[in-house]
């Protein structure tokens, strides 16, 4: 008996010894180098305030570079209304030197540099290209035929807004997104996609938003503007026929980054470089249009003769970079901050523009064209608000999402 006593006694020491001689585990904070701790702190740090100065950067590119480029093209249209030709194709060619460096190769057999494999087919953007360039020339003849541009901006500002596109989708939508209503029937007759009743109530209240402001016809400061009400008419149906281009160009954007994958770069490139051979056939228009403004009276005295001549140019310049810097920024907020807050903002910088317009260019305004902006802005927020944060919300798809291909295409 007292062996058999003597063994639990013996374990029972063997496991106090073992519990005693176990290695007690070290503080994780204890660790830690006291340097690296530092280290965290001091990134923690940066990023924060590296985040409060790019916010207000971001802000001043939406802000000024969006109402900058507005005041700038307002101001040529002012100079010649003829200018819409030559502005189209002075965007075109800017925006495709710009893209050009990330498209080109150097090979070593050749001196001469070559344009690198593409991910979509040609055909794909062929017919982006007419689409494209067709309903920007129609944007810009619009006010050769007195449509002022408070009427214009609510017409752009009832289109899609960017923050309830994909990424990829910001750059190309930007400036002419289709309108509410044009999206809607496209995306229910040839996507497959479903609205919500709140959906649709906001888009017919923005659509009614446009009707007003439209039939308003706010009375130009200068007598010689005054055309007849068919010449109205035939702007705003340019306006009309460029938002359902839009529409269809939107479209076919969607369905080609849903089978090929997120290539807006890409995009953006070829739709505006394969469009320079169509203005070969608006060549007087182009030569018209920059003679026009060689021949601008020197309105800045303030400024030595010799570079009075050269205001005009320096306004066109101005016109193509501030849109560079307003797409920027807009892509920038896009990834820093909620839709909404991305719509919030838009819509706060399309008012001021509208506003800026009456103020600084003297453009008519009235109280239907006020109730009809109202509408419009009003209606948008309402459609970002019931669309949800990623602006998917409401809206479905009976389409199941293709395959990326990521073959390259020759």
Known sequence: MSARKATPKGKRKQSAQTTHSAPVPADTNASVPRSE???????????AVTSLVDFPLVLSLVFGGCCANVWSYESLLKMNAQLGTTLTFSQMVFITLHSLPSFITWSGRSSLPRL?????????????????????????????????????????????????????LINAQLSRGPGLAVSMLFGYAFMKKRYSVAQIAAVVFVSIGV?????????????????????????????????????????????????????????????????????????????????????????AAA????????????????????????VSGVNQLTSRVSSVSTNLVLTTRKAISLCFSVWWFGNGWNTQLGAGAGMVFLGSLLYTLVSGPAGSGSVSSTRSPRRLRKKKVQ
């Open 303 to 326: 400024l030595p003769a010799l570079f009075a001549p050269l205001v005009p140019y320096i306004v066109l310049a101005a016109n193509l970079v501030t849109q560079l810097i307003c």
């Open 116 to 168: 690198k494999p593409r991910q979509v087919p040609f055909a794909r953007w062929a017919a982006q290209v007419l689409v494209l360039t067709t309903g920007s020339l129609l944007n810009n003849w619009a006010y050769a035929y007195n449509v002022p541009l408070t009427v214009q901006i609510v017409f752009r500002s009832a289109g899609t807004f960017p923050a309830l596109l994909p990424l990829h």
């Open 211 to 299: 009707v007003v402001a439209t039939l308003s016809r706010p009375s130009s400061p200068h007598a010689s503007d005054a055309a007849s009400p068919w010449r109205y008419s035939t702007g705003v149906l340019m306006l009309t026929v460029s938002l359902l281009l839009t529409g269809v160009l939107g479209m076919l954007q969607e369905l080609t980054y849903s089978k090929y994958g997120p290539c807006w770069k890409e995009g953006v490139f070829y739709t505006h470089f394969l469009s320079l051979p169509i203005f070969l056939f608006l060549t007087e228009d182009i030569k018209a249009g920059f003679h026009s403004l060689a021949k601008q009276p020197a309105s």
């Open 37 to 47: 701790n530092v280290e965290t702190k001091a990134a923690v740090a940066k990023a």
